[in-house]
């Protein structure tokens, strides 16, 4: 089963950039679909945005379309998430996660589609 590390997490004005990584070990990368999440202190965990197996298509929630990015490198075993134009509501604990499940767009919107989950890394926007 694959293992998820994240990184790049940290503290960043309200407008900046921030990339994280999501590194992979212990499986065959390229044979899970990926996503991110985040959760803010006393809310649900969310979703943010997916990647399929290849990397051809993506997924956004509709609060980071068009700020946010998501990639992968199979090569590298490591997925990505490009952040941009960032806002304090954007400030949560960000996850990596990564299912080998065959699954509708729909269903990868959901928390319980992935089987594998990284530690979480911090994110803070200050204004």
């Known amino acids: 089963q694959v293992q998820l590390v994240e990184s790049g997490g940290g503290l960043v004005l309200a407008g900046g950039s921030l990339r994280l990584s999501c590194a992979a070990s212990g499986g065959i990368f390229s044979s899970y679909a990926m996503g991110w999440f985040r959760q803010a202190p006393g809310k649900e965990r969310e979703f943010v945005c997916r990647?399929?197996?290849?990397?051809?298509?993506?997924d956004y929630a509709e609060s980071v379309k068009g700020r946010f990015s998501i990639s992968r490198d199979n090569a590298k075993n490591t997925g990505y998430l490009q952040m941009n134009n960032m806002k304090p509501e954007d400030t949560a604990v960000y996850y990596c996660a990564a299912t080998d499940r065959f699954l509708t767009w729909q269903e990868l919107r959901s928390v319980g589609a992935y089987r594998r989950w990284g530690q979480g890394t911090q994110v803070t926007v200050s204004s």
């Open positions: 990647i399929s197996r290849s990397g051809a298509s993506t």
